[in-house]
């Protein structure tokens, strides 16, 4: 039998590459965007008609091309961006597989006018179908200008298949989207049939994406700033309030580039369990800047997927800094005043060694007594558990914590509180008022402290005058032996168990003495009906427990100095704005909302 293998025509070729590159008007409005970017432009104009099927065109001021090297930029495979296979390991540029012109000139009509500031003439080419219709020299300012005309003109199949012109629009509004947010320092404009529908001026990236997503965007924005050995965030998640239904805000850019990650989406909603509600998902901007060695996005022909090496790292480390900022920022908008997300520590739980309890007496002890300040001092001394947490936090971070604390503290001290029904305390602050449920409050706060001083510091105990005698059931006594060394890590000095009851010697600090039996046996309780399955959840249902029983109630008045007190150390709470146990713990209303009462 003779022969019968050929070697495909290059423009057979291409058109099958094509199949893959060029979906829609949007691909290639991405292809063209990417090269303008990549040629370091800084202004950009798309142009479409009819939503791309007729005309889409990108301007650039970028570099432009040499005569040879614009004809050379149409032949598949044919780029400036890497030279060996080495380079594709660091990559710095959107594209490097040089195939999207020769793709896009396949399937469509292309004229190309482009000039470099080595040539004293441009190049105006034109190109239909992968064949070159004229090539002539022209003057043209520096830069390039490629305009893309009647996509599929010559495959009836495909261009029948393109969706409505509504549909094909949102698609390539969604590119231009990625592409404008990643680029803050790139001016874009872009017209469809004629109208100016964006003109992005240069700025920062909240100044971008509220010019991308309008002015109530905002109020919406959470910053987020993590830097480790291994990976860099930055950019914005969305307050909880403000999470949505529908998913169209959330964009992550790796190494600048636009991807989709079922995995990095489920640590950020993660950031947010229990804090919205079921169905609902937040916003998110976030850049993610990973040394390009441990990356390969060429998985993909159009380049939105990733493969990460650390990626169950990349997981914790995303998810800790969206909870951390979130904790963080919830209340500081209300306040007017932008906190540093690397002020605080997160808790910290591992590697801590069991310590016995400081023993220091002191029966006039006062809950609210300890001054906000050395709550800051407290604060700072655990930037040492940070950093072993995250290697790598730069230095210089206390006297900036020192000063925002400062600024902080006198934001809340200024205003005046008072309390209502004994049950509420009011304070004024910039934008309106706040209003704080008191008990909630406080269990927040001794939640915190106590997880502190069980994880990190060890607790201080109470010593008490005559040992206390508390009989128990036999399930308890049982519950007691297992969970001993924390209680003891919570600051109760157990002297004795017996089959029926317990001697008790020492108690936490602030714990009220006459209440001890009430707390432990409230304490037993949660645990057995917490079920906790890990020591650090027993630890934290401890927390929760004594939060909960220790914590001033309503009804019980608070003079001027606790009102204080409780506000300052409230909003020093990693997650001031829910209790241990979900509920809210304050709310604000506007000076607007007041206003529209009348
Ligand atoms: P790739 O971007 O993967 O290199 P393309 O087919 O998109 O492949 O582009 C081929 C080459 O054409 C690029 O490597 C670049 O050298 C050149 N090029 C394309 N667009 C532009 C532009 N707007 N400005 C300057 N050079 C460009
Ligand atoms: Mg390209």
């Not at 594709?88 to 012109?101: C, I, N, V």
């Not at 399937?107 to 004293?120: F, G, R, Y």
């Not at 393109?162 to 969604?174: G, Y």
């Not at 040394?291 to 939105?304: A, F, Q, V």
Request: contains cysteine; hydrophobic residues 40%.
């Amino acid at each position: 039998m003779a022969d019968i293998i050929q070697l495909l025509p290059d423009h057979v070729a291409n058109q099958i590459a094509a199949g893959e590159v060029v979906q829609r008007p949007a691909s290639v409005v991405k292809e063209l965007l990417e090269n303008a970017i990549d040629a370091k432009s800084d202004q950009i104009k798309l142009v479409i008609q009819d939503a791309g099927k007729t005309l889409i065109q990108v301007i650039d001021n970028g570099i432009g091309m040499s005569p040879t090297d614009a004809r050379m930029s149409f032949e598949r495979h044919a780029t400036s961006k890497i030279k060996t296979a080495a380079d594709l390991f660091k990559l710095k540029t959107k594209g490097f597989r040089g195939e999207a012109l020769a793709s896009i000139a396949a399937v469509a009509q292309v004229e190309l006018k482009t000039s470099n500031t080595e040539n004293q003439f441009g190049t105006h080419l034109k190109i239909e179908g992968n064949e070159i219709i004229f090539q002539e020299p022209t003057t043209t300012s520096k830069g390039t200008n490629i305009a893309v005309r009647n996509l599929f003109y010559n495959i009836p199949a495909r261009r029948k298949f393109l969706k409505s012109d509504a549909v094909e629009t949102r698609h390539i509004i969604n590119e231009f989207h990625r592409v404008a947010l990643a680029h803050p320092q790139i001016s874009f404009s872009f017209f469809h049939n004629g109208k100016e529908i964006y003109n992005l001026l240069t700025g920062n990236l909240r100044k971008r994406i509220v010019a991308i997503l309008g002015k109530k965007a905002n109020d919406q924005l959470v910053p987020i700033a993590e830097k480790t050995d291994l990976i860099e965030i930055s950019g914005f998640v969305s307050k909880i309030e403000f999470a949505k239904r529908k998913k169209d805000e959330q964009f992550f850019f790796v190494n600048n580039r636009f991807i989709k990650s079922p995995y990095l989406n489920h640590a950020v909603q993660s950031a947010y369990e229990n804090l919205i509600a079921n169905g609902l998902h937040p916003s998110y901007f976030l850049f993610l800047s990973v040394n390009s060695e441990r990356i390969d996005i060429n998985i993909h022909p159009t380049k939105t997927e990733i493969k990460f090496d650390d990626e169950k790292t990349i997981y914790a480390i995303l998810k800790a800094s969206v909870k951390h900022s979130l904790g963080q920022y919830q209340v500081a908008p209300i306040l007017d005043f932008e906190r540093n997300a690397n002020l605080d520590t997160p808790y910290y739980f591992k590697n801590k060694v069991s310590s016995t309890p400081k023993i220091e007496v002191d029966p006039n002890f006062n809950p609210f007594k300890t001054q906000a300040s050395q709550n800051i001092r407290e604060q700072k001394k655990n930037i040492g558990n940070w950093e072993s947490l995250y290697s790598g936090i730069s230095s210089g971070i206390e006297n900036e914590m020192e000063h925002k604390s400062e600024l902080f503290q006198n934001e809340l001290t200024e205003a005046t509180t008072f309390q209502i029904h004994k049950k509420f305390v009011i304070s004024s602050i910039k934008s309106g008022v706040v209003i704080i449920h008191q008990n909630l409050a406080h269990q927040r706060i001794l939640y915190e402290e106590f997880l502190e001083k069980i994880t990190v510091e060890g607790a201080v105990s109470q010593q008490l005058l005559f040992p206390l005698e508390i009989s128990f059931n036999k399930e308890e006594i049982k519950l007691i032996k297992e969970i001993k060394e924390d209680l003891e890590n919570c600051g109760f000095q157990i002297d004795q168990i017996f089959d029926d009851k317990i001697v008790i010697k020492g108690i936490p600090s602030g714990i009220n003495e006459g209440k001890t039996t009430i707390i432990i046996e409230q304490l037993l309780a949660d645990i057995q009906n917490d079920l906790p399955e890990n020591s650090f959840s027993q630890l934290d249902s401890m927390a929760k427990s004594l939060a909960k029983s220790t914590a001033v109630k309503t009804g019980q008045y608070l003079n001027a100095k606790e009102q204080e007190e409780l506000v300052n150390k409230l909003f020093l709470c990693k997650q001031p704005e829910s209790s241990p146990y979900g509920k809210k713990t304050f709310i604000t209303i506007n000076l607007s909302e007041i206003d529209n009462k009348f």
